[in-house]
């Protein structure tokens, strides 16, 4: 793999382990994560450190993925979609210091292969999602969604299994 | 009408078509589109080919219009707003290989005049929403919204008409 | 307090007041605010005039905080969050003329001390939260919200109170 550093005017790539074949469009916040072969990552868009996408991802415009995030192969992440790796963030501690990367745990988020994840969902902390399974746009995830399943609403509910 | 194209630091504007009088903020990334008279465009927004624009819009802060959409006249465009062209959207083929203009149909979506979408809302692909309905903060539209209609909600429903 | 002013290519800082050690990430458009010491600005995020930020706050990529929004000390701001300050918003008059800052009547929002607000979350306009409430992660927010309790949902209803 190789390694992007960008600070050009409408880049701001900082230690990113790219596939062969990305493509990185305009405005975007990348640092100190891996994106695989072929994958494609829209504008607006932040990906944090350790954060990992797969090959053959389509990152959608508008969408946050956050530390913790591990994102399969074939996988795609619509508009708007945000990740989580907090369960109870605060800005600062009880003491009214403000928090640092040592005052909280790193959720851990897993999306297995050719998952579908759709415009404006939003996916909490610490949760896998399944091989194959559909995340309804606008959904809110509070749960691990099986394999094959599609799920949709706030919070999101099995809405029906996926026959392929 | 005059055809933008600026590549400056601040706007990725690419054969975009606008009307007199339009006003478009910083980053920006819009391709291939149309924007009517006077209409204004906020920051972090993104447009898509093919997407049309009336005159007299809002069209505010961090929203998405994707191919497919037609936009009315005198219509304000929330903060944070969704639109989607595809039902099932998917990264890859069942073959695997990565999906292409060619392997989706563009679903289309008509908002008619003097509508009001609520910031944050999304409206799913194939919608037709009504002469001045109004769409809720929030809301997940997933069927056509009627004329002089309010509607809220995940999935939206009508909350109540509008006698004007 | 500083004023800071800056439009080189990855920054829109018009009249932007700020104390101590406050830090603005990239692709950041904010005007005639104000931000208090040691808070931090992610990425895409957009701050309107008039809006003001305490101390020791974080204020997270992807948000929107609009004029009325007045956000007191050691507030955490999820990803994504949007504000709102018009209840009914239009683009246009009933005579069909575009509206103006005449036209419509600011809506004030105040958010207490050590709140958490939860990513992709909407906030109404006209809205109180209470000091340490927590607002979980994709809530609509359509009522005051008391202290020491956590809401979820669209629309957000109280979930538990936080005994601390």
């Not at 993925?65 to 992440?77: L, M, R, S, T």
Request: glycine share 10%.
């Amino acid at each position: 793999m190789e390694i992007l550093n960008d600070s050009s005017p409408k880049r701001s790539l900082n230690n990113v382990k790219v596939g062969e074949d990305v493509r990185i469009f305009d405005f975007v916040n990348a640092y100190h994560c891996e994106i695989g072969d072929r994958s494609k990552v829209g504008t607006f868009v932040e990906i944090q450190k350790g954060a990992t996408i797969g090959k053959d991802c389509k990152i959608s415009s508008h969408t946050f993925i956050c530390e913790g995030v591990k994102i399969g192969d074939g996988v795609f992440v619509g508009h708007n979609v945000s990740f989580i790796n907090d369960l109870y963030p605060r800005a600062v501690n009880a003491d009214g210091s403000m928090q640092t990367d040592a005052d909280w745990h790193v959720e851990t988020t897993e999306i297995g292969n050719r998952v579908s994840i759709g415009t404006s969902a939003t996916i909490l902390g610490g949760i896998k999602i399944g091989d194959n399974a559909i995340i309804g746009a606008g959904s809110v995830v509070t749960k691990d969604v099986p394999a094959n399943v599609i799920v949709k609403g706030n919070p999101a509910k099995v809405s029906r299994y996926i026959n392929e």
